[in-house]
């Protein structure tokens, strides 16, 4: 919802943000700070070299990439886009951590005064293909009309490994980038 693109332009930032959800892009409330840019991350269309101070990408947006390739593009349009001395910031599930602790069914609930929802993740483990579907079950409840919706989401995430991006970085400045691994 573009929580750290307002925090950033608070502290004086000029803010560049790029989602592939129109619905993303229209929940974050911009400013004469943020530039919003709506693109598939990996397609981004290089436009001024050298642009960026800092590149960041979290909430494990890298995930949703599905193979080196992907992620090998990422990284071009990241390196092309950073000026000289700048950095790429990103988050990501490691594939040994994944494999260790492995994703559960888990259940959230959310009540308000005016509604009543409930979310299913129900994850399926493909180890061969370090990749996790999460098939996403919502129940809704108008509590006016006390009227029940539901609909359903999927999402396939891509786990890399460390040695997967370190062999990658290679290829790029070796201060190119910062990440987190999520276990």
Sequence with gaps: TGQHLKILSQKGHTITGVDISN???????????????????INLKKKKKNKFDMVICMFHVINYLKNQNQLKKLFEVVNFNLKKHGEFIFETYDTKGVNHHLPEIRM????????????????????????????????????????????????????????????????????????????
């Design 23 to 41: 619905e993303m892009l229209k929940s974050i409330k911009k400013n004469k700070k943020i530039t919003l840019i709506k693109s598939n991350i």
């Design 108 to 183: 959230k609930k959310i009540y308000t005064k005016k509604f009543e929802l409930v979310r299913l993740a129900l994850p399926t483990r493909y180890f061969n293909l370090s990749k996790t579907v999460i098939n996403y079950k919502f129940f809704y409840k108008n509590k006016n009309s006390h009227t029940w919706r539901n609909f359903s989401e999927t999402h396939s995430m891509r786990d890399f490994s460390k040695n997967e991006i370190l062999s990658l970085s290679k290829k790029f400045n070796e201060n190119f980038f910062s990440y987190i691994i999520r276990k």
